[in-house]
C-alpha cells in the first residue's frame, strides 16, 4: 500500500510502515487502547515486536491489523439470527 506525497511539482510514492503501534491500530479497528491491552492480555492479539526498553511499545503488523478490522467489520454487517428483527420476532 502506497501513500502519494505531493510537494510542489515533485511526487513521491512512499510505502506505508510494516510496523505500526497501538495507536494506529486501535485507529484501524475502532476501538480505545485499553481494548487492544486487554485482547493482547488474552492472547488474542499478538504483537508483531516490541520497542527495546522496560516500557516499550508493541508493535502490531499492519495487514494483521486490516485484516482484522475488516473482518470484525464483516461480522458487525452480518444478520444475526438471534436478534429481533423490530417486530418482536426472530429474523
Do not use: F
Amino acid at each position: 500500500m502506497l501513500t502519494v506525497v505531493v510537494h510542489c511539482t515533485k511526487v513521491w510514492r512512499v510505502p506505508k510502515p510494516d510496523l505500526i503501534g497501538s495507536a494506529e491500530a486501535c485507529r484501524i479497528l475502532n476501538i480505545e487502547r485499553s481494548t487492544l491491552v486487554r485482547w493482547v492480555q488474552l492472547k488474542w492479539l499478538k504483537p508483531a515486536g516490541k520497542l527495546p526498553g522496560p516500557n516499550g511499545a508493541y508493535l502490531y503488523r499492519r495487514a494483521a491489523i486490516e485484516q482484522l478490522a475488516a473482518q470484525r467489520a464483516a461480522e458487525a454487517a452480518a444478520p444475526d439470527p438471534d436478534k429481533p428483527n423490530g417486530n418482536g420476532n426472530a429474523a
